[in-house]
């Protein structure tokens, strides 16, 4: 069954900049890893000027989305790249969870 990724993030203006040139670096990445389909994201601004910006990535099943992940921990390790660490030094608030399409 295919799995989606969905993350949502608020991103204050301050920090916009260098959070669009980290989710360039990971879609450029996850778009060469087996079993990717297909990746989308959108954005829209509130009163107050933070980007909130939803990412969705579409993988054939649970067993390649999993290894994704870890292959997207690996990159992180090999770049030095703290993801927990720029999300609180940017104060950037993310929702992340995994979801199947309903079929009828």
């Known amino acids: 069954m295919k799995q989606i990724f969905i993350d949502q993030f608020i991103v204050p203006a301050t920090a916009q900049h260098e959070f669009k040139e980290r989710m360039k670096v990971n879609r450029d990445f996850i778009k060469k890893l087996e079993g990717f389909i297909e990746d989308r994201a959108f954005e829209r601004y509130d009163e107050q000027g933070n980007l909130i910006c939803i990412t969705t990535a579409i993988w054939q099943n649970e067993d390649v989305l999993q290894k994704a992940k870890e292959a997207v921990q690996q990159l992180y390790q090999q770049q030095g790249f703290d993801m927990k660490a720029m999300l609180q030094r ?8 995994t979801y199947q399409e309903i079929i009828e």
Do not use: A
């Open 90 to 97: 940017l104060n950037i608030r993310m929702e992340r969870n």
